[in-house]
């Protein structure tokens, strides 16, 4: 599976942001997908993940009721919908492939990643 991210920019705090991650290989609807990010200096991070169906998705509390995972299978493509941004959110954004159990919320539970997309929230 490869991945290929995209939609970061320079937002104000408060503003929105919606980033997709396109996967090629006709498996992709077989694995459960998350987005990581990586902010300067510091360690990457779970922010949410979705199941095969998007029955279930998972959040890091840092994210919850401002984000939203969703994936579209027909498009091998799945988003974060990224809303009341904060500068603390400023990081480079990846998407992730995993065939683990769910929820995949650590680094190691991913075998296929995206370069990353850059988001930067300015105060």
């Known amino acids: 599976v490869q991945l290929q991210a995209s939609g970061g920019g320079l937002v104000q705090a408060g503003g929105s942001l919606r980033l997709s991650c396109v996967a090629s290989?006709?498996?992709?609807?077989?694995?459960?997908m998350g987005w990581f990010r990586q902010a300067s200096g510091k360690e990457r991070e779970f922010v949410a993940a979705?199941?095969?169906?998007?029955?279930?998705?998972e959040y890091a509390d840092s994210v919850k009721g401002r984000f939203t995972i969703s994936r579209d299978n027909a498009k091998n493509t799945v988003y974060l919908q990224m809303n009341s941004l904060k500068p603390e959110d400023t990081a480079a954004y990846y998407c992730?492939?995993?065939?683990?159990?769910?929820?995949?919320?650590?680094?190691?539970?991913?075998?296929?990643w995206g370069q990353g997309t850059q988001v930067t929230v300015s105060s």
């Open positions: 290989g006709r498996t992709f609807r077989t694995y459960y």
């Open positions: 979705i199941s095969w169906s998007t029955r279930s998705t």
């Open positions: 992730a492939a995993s065939d683990r159990s769910w929820p995949p919320n650590r680094l190691d539970e991913y075998d296929y």
